[in-house]
């Protein structure tokens, strides 16, 4: 029997496509993680994990792009913290800069904490951030709580995010003709302290590059990470699902 998948990171609730047709067409997806990027998107990724409690687990949290919300969302988001099974998707994107630096700042930290004090894992979205991040996670000592998702550091950096113990979750981009920086850092992970992702509705990978993503592709993930280590997928899909039920627990 072919093992099946874990989509760790998929924003059911951005997409522009029903959730229900999105599930049934991933059928060798065994379940998936929701995570919330603000208040509202929080709130909808409870109720897709309600509706859908067989396949789907919510995460609650506040994006970097979002982060001067956080004054007025901190308290109507700490109720989600607590029945959510991560704290996610929280981070850092010097990037785009949507939110102050300086806010992001702020709203990362103090998510971290929430973590620590409830004892749950992190999924951390991390652009342009590589040394801020990887300080406050060291300074906090977050690190083995951390899901880093959506990973495209090249190899020095994710030697470095090692050794604080984190987990790389892999997205579209390993997979993309691009993607030779992403592919050169998973070959130095070792298998069982990596995940796979769509990120869905985005960085849909090839041959749909362009197009709306979706869970059903998260094997293409998992493919070009077996051709990176050399391994076969159904054992890829073994081993990323095993990390991801140790993190995150089950449906």
């Given at each position: 029997m072919?093992?099946?998948?874990?989509?760790?990171?998929?924003?059911?609730?951005?997409?522009?496509?029903?959730?229900?047709?999105?599930?049934?067409?991933?059928?060798?997806?065994?379940?998936?993680?929701?995570?919330?990027?603000?208040?509202?998107?929080?709130?909808a990724a409870e109720e897709l994990a309600r509706r859908?409690?067989?396949?789907?687990?919510?995460?609650?949290?506040?994006?970097?792009?979002?982060?001067?919300?956080?004054?007025?969302?901190r308290d109507d988001l700490a109720g989600f913290f607590d029945r959510s099974v991560a704290i996610g998707e929280i981070g850092l994107d010097f990037y785009r800069n949507l939110s102050p630096r300086d806010e992001q700042l702020t709203a990362f930290r103090d998510q971290i904490?929430?973590?620590?004090?409830?004892?749950?894992?992190?999924?951390?979205?991390?652009?342009?951030?590589?040394?801020?991040?990887?300080?406050?996670?060291?300074?906090?000592?977050?690190?083995?709580?951390t899901v880093l998702h959506c990973w495209t550091g090249g190899p020095k950096w994710t030697k470095r995010f090692m050794e604080l113990g984190v987990t790389f979750s892999f997205?579209?981009?390993?997979?993309?003709?691009?993607?030779?920086t992403v592919r050169r850092a998973a070959a130095v992970v070792p298998p069982e302290r990596a995940m796979v992702e769509t990120d869905t509705p985005y960085l849909s990978p090839p041959p749909f590059r362009g197009e709306d993503n979706e869970p059903?592709?998260?094997?293409?993930?998992?493919?070009?990470?077996?051709?990176?280590w050399g391994l076969e997928a159904d054992e890829v899909a073994r081993i990323t699902t095993a990390t991801a039920t140790r993190i995150f627990g089950r449906p």
């Amino acid at each position: 029997m072919e093992s099946l998948w874990v989509d760790t990171h998929c924003h059911l609730q951005l997409s522009s496509q029903s959730a229900d047709e999105l599930l049934d067409r991933a059928t060798d997806v065994a379940w998936i993680v929701v995570p919330g990027v603000d208040l509202a998107s929080t709130a909808a990724a409870e109720e897709l994990a309600r509706r859908h409690p067989d396949r789907l687990l919510f995460a609650a949290g506040l994006h970097p792009h979002d982060a001067a919300k956080w004054p007025d969302q901190r308290d109507d988001l700490a109720g989600f913290f607590d029945r959510s099974v991560a704290i996610g998707e929280i981070g850092l994107d010097f990037y785009r800069n949507l939110s102050p630096r300086d806010e992001q700042l702020t709203a990362f930290r103090d998510q971290i904490q929430v973590g620590i004090e409830l004892d749950k894992p992190l999924i951390v979205h991390v652009r342009d951030s590589f040394r801020d991040t990887f300080e406050i996670l060291d300074e906090l000592a977050a690190g083995p709580r951390t899901v880093l998702h959506c990973w495209t550091g090249g190899p020095k950096w994710t030697k470095r995010f090692m050794e604080l113990g984190v987990t790389f979750s892999f997205a579209g981009p390993v997979a993309f003709e691009t993607g030779d920086t992403v592919r050169r850092a998973a070959a130095v992970v070792p298998p069982e302290r990596a995940m796979v992702e769509t990120d869905t509705p985005y960085l849909s990978p090839p041959p749909f590059r362009g197009e709306d993503n979706e869970p059903a592709r998260v094997a293409l993930v998992g493919e070009a990470l077996a051709a990176v280590w050399g391994l076969e997928a159904d054992e890829v899909a073994r081993i990323t699902t095993a990390t991801a039920t140790r993190i995150f627990g089950r449906p």
